[in-house]
């Protein structure tokens, strides 16, 4: 599985009255966090239906919990880092084939640096990370159905940049599910080392040996 960011810059930020406590302002991002169904700018395409399965269950197990957070800037890695939350998305629903978010900046350092972004007049993006298969179709790259929502929206000012970075930092990456847990796997290196196996024309049984090894680095 890859790691699949896209950014959307239709994004507005809000500051609200918090009407619980005076003097008090909330800030909000809003907008499409996400887009189905249209080939984007990274030549990717997300079936609608896909999305909404996705969707569906981060509302259930996240946004539902108070556990639906992002981070500020482009995370290396498919899991959240708590060190460098920023906001908690509190709704994400379908409006025809996008869908749209809102999530609450957090009195946390990034939290904090956002909404010093925000007061400055900053233009912010949000960036989906995910994990799926891509399979090519026609022009594009279709996202497969066992795709897994990470986060619905990292905070990002750079939006040209995301990828760049995939394809740069995540180049022969790939993740494995095993009981649970996300595993980063060196593909890369592995198919390096198997190809050098053959080439040396060494047995079976040790090309068999790089991949066991590879598998029990998990």
């Known amino acids: 599985m890859k790691l699949i960011c896209e950014v959307n810059e239709d994004i507005q930020c809000l500051v609200e009255d918090d009407l619980n406590e005076e003097g008090k302002k909330n800030y909000f991002i809003e907008g499409v966090f996400m887009q189905g169904n249209i080939k984007n700018k990274n030549g990717r395409v997300y079936p609608v239906d896909v999305l909404k399965k996705e969707v569906d269950r981060y509302n259930k197990q996240y946004i539902a919990e108070n556990r639906a957070y992002g981070e500020l800037g482009h995370p290396q890695?498919?899991?959240?880092?708590?060190?460098?939350?920023?906001h908690m998305i509190k709704e994400l629903r379908q409006d025809g084939d996008n869908f749209r978010g809102?999530?609450?900046?957090?009195d946390t350092p990034y939290g904090n640096i956002v909404k010093n972004l925000m007061n400055e007049g900053a233009k912010l993006g949000v960036s989906s990370r995910g994990m799926g298969t891509l399979a090519k179709k026609g022009d594009s790259m279709e996202v497969g159905k066992d795709f897994h929502l990470a986060t619905a929206g990292d905070i990002v000012a750079d939006p040209s940049a995301p990828q760049a970075f995939v394809e740069g930092i995540m180049e022969g990456k790939e993740w494995v599910w095993d009981n649970g847990i996300l595993h980063e796997v060196d593909i890369a290196s592995a198919k390096q080392q198997i190809?050098?196996?053959a080439s040396t024309r060494r047995t079976e049984a040790e090309v068999l040996k790089?991949?066991?090894k590879l598998v029990k680095g998990l």
């Open 102 to 106: 809102k999530a609450k900046i957090m």
């Open 77 to 86: 890695g498919p899991t959240i880092n708590l060190e460098r939350v920023s």
């Open 210 to 212: 790089v991949w066991e």
């Open 195 to 197: 190809e050098e196996a």
